[in-house]
Structure formats: C-alpha cells, structure tokens
C-alpha cells in the first residue's frame, strides 16, 4: 500500500461533519496519534492532523517538532472537504503544535486547533497531541446512574471554581480534598464553572477558548478524568458548565478562523453578543451544529460526565437578546426567536438523553420560554432541569430586607409555588448572586450578626425543604462574608469561628436529612408533593407547609423570618398523634440560642385548623425553622402529653451528635476524614 500523507482520513470520512450529524467529530478532526502503512516500511507510527478551514488558500502545520518552520510541513487538502490534513511521523503525544492559515484574504494567521484535547497554559496558547491512558474505576457508579431517575431522587449540588477553592491545587490534589470535603457536606453533586480551556481567569471560564481541553493550568486531561473518577466512587455526581452560546475574539482561537466569519455568523447584527464582548455561533451551520453536538456529547463520553449545565440559554433563544431596535434581525417569521438555536438544543438533549441514560441537562434560562424541561417531542427543548431564577431573585430580595418590612413582601417568598410545577426546577444559589457588588449572602443581611447567621440558617431550610432540587455555590455553605473573587482562596480559617460552624454544621445535616426522607425530593416535580398549611401570615413572617413522598411520609417545614418568637404556633395538620421535631435551626450545635424548641415532638389532636381535620401548637424561634415528621407509630407517653402542654422553653432537641470537635474544611484543627466506600454509592432513595 502505498504511503498516505493524510494519514488515512478521506472525504467519505467527514461527510456527517458536513451533513450536521457527526456526533463524535473529535475522532476525526485534530491530532491523533496513527499508525498508517508502507510498502517500504511496514507500519509507521506518527500523529494525523486535520482541521477545517474550507475558505483558506493554504494551511500548514507548525510546531516543535519542525522548530515552528510551516513551510517544512504544508498540509493537503482533503478532496470536497474543505479539511486540510497531513501525517508527520514520529510525532505524539506531548508535542506542541498550531496551524498557519493563509485565508482568503491572503492573510496567514496563527491558529490553535479548535479539535485540540490538551492545550497549553496561558498565556502560552499552542495546542498539545495527547492520547488518553486512563483507566477508569467507577463502572458501578455508571450502572447506578443508567438506572436512576434524576428527578425523582435526591440532588443537592455543590458549585465550585476549581481555581478558587483552595487556589494553587491541582486536579490530583483537589480529587483528595474536595472529595473529601464534599462527601463530608453530604452533598449529592459538584458543578464545575467551564473547566474547557480558556485564556483569562478572570471569565470564570466562561470565555472559552479550546472547547475539547480540560484546563491544563491544574494538570492534564487524565489527571482531570482521575477527579472525576474519584467522586464518582465516592458516591458524588459531576456536572460541568457548558457554554455553546459565544465564544472570545481571541486572535489564535476561533474567530474567522480561515479569513472568514466560519464559526460564526459574518452579520455582527446575528453574530456578536454586545453583552460580552464576543462572538455568536451560526446555529444553522451544519459544521458548527456537529462541532457543538460533539462537544457536548465528549465531555459525557470521554470523561464521564453526569450532566452539563447550560450558560446563557436565554442568549441563544432570542434574537434581540440585549439589542437596540435595529441591531438585530428577525427570523423568518418576523419574529425574535433564534430557531436555529432553537433546533440545537433540541438536538443536543435528545442526543445525550438517548446515548448516556441517567445524565441530566440544565438549562440557566432567565425568561419565560414555555417548555424549557419539555420533553422534545412534545415542543419542547428537552432539558431534564431548568434553574428557577424567578425564585433566586424573589426570595433574595426578601431575605435582605430588616424583618418588620417582610411582611410587606410576603409574596416574594411564595409566588414560586404558584408556577412550581410548569418546568423541572433547581433552585440556585450560585456564584452570579455573591459578586460585582451584590455582596455575600451574610453581607446581605441587615443587622447584627446573631441576626445575620440565623437569618442564613432560617434561608436554608426554606430553601432545602421547598420543592426543587438545591444549588449552593462554595462559600455560601459556611457563610463567606467576602463576595466571591476569583483571584483568592476562600475565607476557610473562618470555618472555625462561632457562627460560620453552625451555618457549615447546618448544610451538613440538611444534606442528611433530605437524603433520607424522600418526601423532600420524590415528587419534587407533582403537586401531590405538597401543601400549604398557611401560606398568608405576613404579619407573622411565617411560611408552613407539607411535603409528601407518595408513600406515607409526610413532613411539616414551618419558617419563621421575624426577629420574634412564635410560641403556641397553631398550625392544621393532616393527621393526628406525634410529629418528631427532626430540625431546629436555633439548635446550639448550629450556634443559635438552644432555648426555643419543641422538647423533641409535638402532638396534633383533633382539633380542625387552617383546613385539616387535626392540629397542634408549635413553637417556632426567631428567623428560625422547624422540621416535623409524622410518625404514626411512635407511642405518646403520658408525660409527654403533659409537657406538651405546658409553655415551651427548654432547649431545643439537638439533630445528630454534639459538636464535633473539628470542622472540616478549616485550615486549624483536624478534619472530620471520611472512610472510603468500598464501592460507589447510590444516593438513597
């Protein structure tokens, strides 16, 4: 056979990369390492490169390995392809490289290949050959996820900057401390900000720039595949944000890549986002739409990805996102939807929900597009989870108001309930609400900082026992008190201090508790799965309600977001006899006062109230909540039946053991270390 100097790729080879549908383009373009045939030699090994770049009048490879000289190394045009490709033997892994275009301007530009799956570190911005050698260890994790049912399991996520958790770790490091740390929260999920290569640390990774590349400033591709791994055998899922929506103008990257706008859209009216500064994807191109399906689905597929999260979805589906009249165009009908942007992501989520049962898609969509989480073939986008931002605002705005004005905007708290259950909701308190002068969710806060603490516990139940699923972003689990920024670790030496413990100690428990009683999460999404008790007391600052599991259990979550007490608290109750206190937020172990609580359990009889059969009185302490759960076995001593008539002072019942003596995550004392699994973990339920 004779010697390929293409390395064996051919036109039929990039036929669905032109149709639209190469769902694994990856495999096809960039650098792979290959072995191709001689007559003379026998087998030669070496590296393949191709790269798309239809409208070039010439392309060539340069690198270290041809001392950055492309005129040693032109590469050839692939026949009715428009990929220019060529073979360099002895060539692999660890080689860096970029491409020379002459576009059809006349003008040679250097470019990263936008197919790269290493990259180097800024500023340095060549791409790098690497081939996978993992060996991955979370086969049990997979199947567990292939037969779960996200939306009716437990999901509370932990989001992460990965540069700014403790900065200076690697994904090596960060697979021993982060898992550890998340496993000790107990929560059930991380979500990375974009982990795909970009230039300016200061985008958060919202600027990407190789779209294939795991960021190479904490190591390489499979020391990332190894952080994944060890979560997942720790029994925690990993999402990733994706950004499909713009992309920067860095000259080396993307960006008229051959002379041309070839990514993007040529009309700056369709092809550049104000907002950012940055460059629109064409949609409709049958390239870009392979390019990005294939994204979204190798992140799943190489590094076992559970779910992304999509940025800026509200970007991509309006025209006139952020536009003056005039600087944008309408769709074919007249109208401001983006219908090619519309079609994408209708084909990314069937994609990845046909290939990778028990992943999930997010969307962060900031507007009321109908059917965001709609199936696809019912019209809609086919998300598995939308995030409520409606919520997010609302319920912040309330949270930072002094408590005597609460009671004027008790609706901000309860509005949400009213469209619950018209998309698959994941409420977000995420890393856009505590930066650029929004301050943290303890600056937030009016008052003094006894005030401040129990106003953040208080939030917290609310938030964890309100229908959805939840979204903390790091930080706010132990109430950082500066805003977040990127340039700087958090504040963890304050985990250690009165106050930051109780709110760390409080996320622990809450992430416990929801765990194991499902009547939080099974029917997040049905409204059988809940029930006001009173939803009106505004001159009270008081919100109670039910959450039921389908199957007998049945919770009642009462918060109180006045500075007052709410003793002998009346509330209806659906069935009577013993409701177990299972959390006080005024609990000393999470640094409230202990004084204020129910002695462990309250006893509803048949007394009718708010539209029950049954009733009972409960104390509620100041910007404080409480959690009862009906347990109708539970005998009722006499005893019992005589304190729960008398005035309730005493301390409150304390959830789990007492203090412990250190708090992981801080940076004195010892950690609370975790004994690993002897296999992953499905999360309960």
């Given at each position: ?211 294939f590349a795991p960021k190479s400033l904490f190591g390489s591709p499979d020391e990332f595949r190894y952080l994944v791994d060890q ?282 508790v929801y765990r194991d009683h499902p009547a939080l999460w099974r029917l997040d999404n049905d409204p059988a799965g809940f029930r ?154």
């Open positions: 056979m004779p010697f390929d100097p293409n390395g064996g790729l051919t036109g039929w080879d990039l036929t669905g990369f032109h149709e639209g549908h190469d769902t694994e383009c990856w495999k096809r373009l960039g650098a792979h390492e290959v072995v191709v045939a001689d007559d003379e030699r026998g087998s030669v090994r070496g590296t393949r490169f191709s790269v798309w770049a239809p409208n070039a009048r010439a392309v060539r490879l340069v690198g270290d390995f041809n001392w950055w000289n492309g005129e040693q190394t032109p590469m050839q045009l692939v026949p009715g392809s428009g990929v220019w490709a060529t073979f360099v033997e002895g060539v692999g892994t660890g080689a860096l490289y970029k491409f020379e275009v002459c576009g059809a301007d006349g003008v040679w530009r250097l470019k990263a290949d936008p197919m790269a799956r290493f990259c180097e570190a800024a500023p340095h911005t060549a791409s790098i050959v690497y081939e996978s050698q993992y060996s991955w260890g979370d086969d049990d994790w997979l199947w567990y996820r292939g037969e779960g049912k996200p939306h009716a399991e437990p999901m509370s996520i932990y989001e992460v900057h990965l540069g700014s958790w403790r900065k200076g770790l690697t994904y090596v490091e960060l697979a021993s401390q982060l898992v550890e740390y998340v496993r000790w929260q107990g929560f059930t999920h991380v979500e990375f900000l974009p982990v795909a290569e970009h230039p300016f640390g200061g985008s958060w990774g919202y600027q990407v720039t190789g779209y979560l997942h055998q720790a029994g925690i899922g990993v999402i990733v944000d994706w950004v499909p929506g713009h992309f920067p103008r860095d000259e080396w990257a993307l960006g008229r890549f051959d002379g041309t706008a070839l990514y993007e859209h040529a009309d700056p009216r369709k092809g550049e986002q104000p907002d950012w500064g940055t460059f629109v994807f064409n949609f409709g191109r049958n390239e870009v739409q392979s390019f990005l399906i294939s994204n979204a689905y190798y992140w799943l597929d190489e590094f076992h990805i559970d779910g992304l999260r999509v940025d800026a979805v509200a970007s991509m589906l309006y025209l006139d996102y952020s536009r003056e009249d005039g600087m944008w165009i309408p769709n074919e009908y007249g109208g401001n939807e983006n219908l090619e942007a519309v079609q994408l992501l209708q084909r990314v989520n069937s994609h990845v929900y046909q290939r990778k049962p028990g992943v999930v898609t997010i969307a962060e969509e900031s507007t009321s597009w109908p059917g965001v989480t709609r199936p696809v073939e019912y019209g809609g986008l086919g998300f598995g989870f939308k995030w409520n931002m409606g919520w997010m605002n609302d319920s912040l705005r309330y949270y930072g108001r002094e408590p005597i004005y609460r009671q004027h905007h008790h609706h901000e708290m309860t509005f949400a309930m009213a469209y619950a259950y018209s998309e698959n909701f994941i409420l977000p308190i995420s890393h856009d609400e505590v930066v650029h002068g929004k301050g943290s969710m303890f600056e937030r806060v009016p008052q003094d900082e006894w005030r401040k603490f129990a106003t953040m516990r208080a939030f917290y139940a609310f938030m964890w026992s309100h229908p959805g699923k939840q979204l903390l972003f790091m930080g706010t689990e132990f109430g950082q008190r500066r805003e977040f920024s990127e340039e700087r670790s958090l504040d963890w030496e304050i985990t250690n201090d009165w106050g930051h413990r109780g709110v760390q100690r409080l996320i622990k428990d809450l992430n416990a006001w008790i009173d939803a009106d007391d505004r001159g009270g600052n008081v919100f109670s309600f039910l959450r039921f599991d389908g199957d007998g259990q049945i919770l009642a979550c009462l918060t109180n977001f006045s500075s007052e007490p709410r003793p002998d608290y009346r509330i209806g109750l659906p069935n009577e006899g013993v409701w177990t206190e299972i959390l006080n937020t005024d609990s000393d172990v999470y640094d409230g006062t202990g004084q204020i609580g129910n002695l462990g359990q309250v006893v509803a009889n048949p007394v009718p109230s708010h539209g029950f059969e049954a009733s009972a009185n409960v104390t509620i302490p100041p910007l404080g909540a409480v959690w009862l759960l009906f347990q109708p076995e539970k005998p009722l001593a006499d005893e019992a039946v005589g304190r729960l008539e008398a005035e309730l002072t005493p301390p409150a019942t304390q959830l789990g053991s007492e203090t412990e003596t250190a708090v992981a995550g801080g940076t004195t004392g010892r950690k609370a270390r975790p004994q690993r699994p002897a296999r992953p973990k499905r999360p309960r339920g």
